[in-house]
């Protein structure tokens, strides 16, 4: 069973950093892809970032220059650097990861949220 935890939300003033951490654990044989998304109330869930195993990242235009995805395989942990925070980046930041886990004698990969973690921007 692979799960995804987040932590390191909280709540910031504007023009602050804060620094979303997400620890995959289980019987993961690779991460192939890392995401952040999130999700403001009354609105859709978005993507905020997301990179590959290769190392090719993708932002949303209204963090470019100001978030950065990062990753650390030999821990199974990735993160999101986000800086000059604005009260618009409130919501609730969800990690997400498509993962091939090692069944033991079979692989499957699968796609994984994690359970989602406030951040909350104050003008």
């Known amino acids: 069973q692979v799960q995804l935890v987040e932590s390191g939300g909280g709540l910031v003033q504007a023009g602050g950093s804060l620094r979303l951490s997400c620890a995959a654990s289980?019987?993961?044989?690779?991460?192939?892809?890392m995401g952040w998304y999130r999700q403001a109330p009354g609105k859709q869930r978005e993507l905020v970032a997301d990179?590959?195993?290769?190392?090719?990242?993708n932002y949303a235009d209204s963090v470019k220059g100001r978030f950065t995805i990062s990753g650390d395989n030999a821990k199974n942990t990735f993160y999101l650097q986000m800086n000059s925070l604005k009260p618009e980046d409130t919501a609730v930041y969800y990690c997400?990861?498509?993962?091939?886990?090692?069944?033991?004698?079979?692989?499957?990969?699968?796609?994984?949220w994690g359970q989602g973690t406030q951040v909350t921007v104050s003008s």
């Open positions: 289980g019987r993961i044989f690779s991460i192939n892809r």
């Open positions: 997400n990861a498509d993962i091939t886990s090692d069944g033991g004698r079979t692989f499957s990969s699968d796609n994984y």
């Open positions: 990179i590959t195993s290769s190392g090719s990242s």
